[in-house]
């Protein structure tokens, strides 16, 4: 890894407030959530998420359910990006809406078998600020918005008449975005 001296100071405080424990976490859980998207995406093929016996692709919003094969494999890709930059540098930045939505996977993951703590517990504010075994404190750190998550309580037809909303149609969710400080490019 890197020393966070050599990045911007947000994405450097970002990786001191992340710390190794958590960022191997991260890791895991990243590659975890890619192996169950992959294994999904094998299951279905090309058939839509309709009550099968599925690891996450039935967890995603329902506007994801009927894309293809190729589509779910960009999206467990993503996942093991976010791995990656965890593991490579210490903090997991989503660069694009299918890293953001597997980011809220892997963050609930890692969190639940960090702590060993049920959700939403696992992820609650700490008392303590400075406590480093508490995961609530990277809802805000990760992510730029909430936006993502907004696709769980619309139907499809109004995701393009979100207001402000980036990248949200299933088809934009591999589209980079910019984000809130420079990041290291990836190999």
Excluded at 18 to 31: K, S, T
Excluded at 87 to 96: H, K, M, S, Y
């Amino acid at each position: 890894m890197t020393a966070t001296a050599d990045f911007d100071p947000e994405f450097a405080e970002l990786i001191d407030t992340i710390g190794p424990r958590r960022a191997q976490a991260l890791a895991d859980a990243g590659d975890a959530v890619a192996a169950d998207i992959r294994a999904d995406a094998d299951m279905l093929d090309t058939a839509p998420v309709d009550g099968q016996q599925l690891r996450v692709l039935h967890t995603l919003p329902p506007t994801t359910f009927g894309q293809s094969r190729f589509w779910r494999y960009q999206l467990a890709e993503c996942a093991t990006r976010l791995a990656e930059d965890a593991r490579r540098w210490g903090a997991p930045v989503p660069r694009c809406t299918g890293e953001e939505m597997v980011l809220h996977l892997i963050l609930h993951r890692a969190a639940a078998a960090d702590t060993g703590l049920p959700l939403p517990d696992a992820l609650e504010w700490p008392d303590d600020p400075d406590d480093p075994d508490t995961w609530g404190d990277l809802t805000e750190y990760l992510f730029q918005d909430e936006d993502v998550l907004t696709l769980y309580d619309m139907p499809a037809e109004a995701i393009a008449d979100i207001v402000g909303g980036v990248n949200l149609t299933p088809t934009e969710w591999f589209t980079e975005f910019t984000t809130p400080f420079p990041v290291p490019g990836r190999p």
